[in-house]
């Protein structure tokens, strides 16, 4: 079955770097898109970015463009997001899901607590 | 970006009745919508992908209909495992954006 397990959150102050890990199984990782989406505390869902099966083509939501990378591992199956410049709005739980047959997710991971403080 | 608006923000309903959820995108977006339930504390579950279709292991009680601006999720019969929050997605245009979600409560 399919597993989505993210690694990497944690406390960080703002301006400071963090790398989420997104370890996937289950499925031809290398065949599918895969999403970040973030969700803040008492907030609704936010989509943050996409990387397609290629590896090429990237794409972000505004709020984060020019700050964060997604990129792709496809020799581990992990999925993975840089998060530069790190602002007290970044704060929210992160969730790698994989995309279906179309770009929708299909599948979700459990999510990862980033906290961003000083 | 486009924007979707959710309808409506939440309701109270009881154990076996029929629910409708609306999502209408600033602009045509095909069929490209897919509708996402979250239970409090848990990761978020696909439910629909192209505006109709049911994820696998998804129960027909979940059906999604519409295309181009204006979406509905109905809910038959609604049991108890179904008090969540729901959320439509598009995912015609990057960025790809949600709707601000759609409370599920006990009457």
Redo the contacts between chains.
Sequence with gaps: QVQLVESGGGVVQPERSLRLSCAASGFTFRNYGMHWVRQAPGKGLEWVAIILHDGINKYYADSVKGRFTISRDDSRNTLFLQMNSLKTEDTAVYYCAKAGAVAAPDYWGQGILVSVSS | ?IQIIQSPSSLSASVGDRVTITCRASQDINN?L?W?Q?KPGK????LI??ASNR??GVPSKFSGSGSGTDFTLTISALQSDDFA?Y?C?Q?DT????????TKVDFK
């Design positions: 970006d490209n897919a996402i979250q990761a978020p579950k696909s992908w192209a994820q696998s929050t959320y997605q995912y990057y960025p790809f954006t949600f709707g601000p979600g």
